[in-house]
Nanobody, 124 residues
């Protein structure tokens, strides 16, 4: 599975931003996709995940109610809509893939595939 993230940028606090990830590979439609983020000096942390069907989603407490993950299996893409952004959301965002959403929630060491990161900067 290959993952290619895009859509990062600079936004003011309270604003919105959408990041997307294009997935390719033979098994991409049968695996869970998700997002992690990382700031300098900190471990990569789980943000959100979505099952292969799109029916099951999972979020970190810090983004619940503000971020929405979705996927389009026809286009093999996963997106993260980020609303009411805060300065502490500033990070490099990475898309990831694993067998299940539960696997993604276990943390970065459990994810099987990674895309390159995309920078999201929220100015306060």
């Amino acid at each position: 599975v290959q993952l290619q993230a895009s859509g990062g940028g600079l936004v003011q606090a309270g604003g919105s931003l959408r990041v997307s990830c294009a997935a390719s590979g033979r098994t991409v439609r049968s695996i869970a996709l998700g997002w992690f983020r990382q700031t300098p000096g900190k471990e990569r942390e789980f943000v959100a995940a979505i099952s292969w069907s799109g029916y099951k989603t999972s979020y970190a407490d810090s983004v619940k109610g503000r971020f929405t993950i979705s996927r389009d299996n026809a286009k093999n893409t996963v997106s993260l809509q980020m609303n009411r952004l805060k300065a502490e959301d500033t990070a490099v965002y990475y898309c990831a893939a694993a067998h299940t959403t539960a696997t993604l929630r276990l943390g970065p060491s459990s994810s099987d595939y990674w895309g390159q990161g995309t920078q999201v900067t929220v100015s306060s």
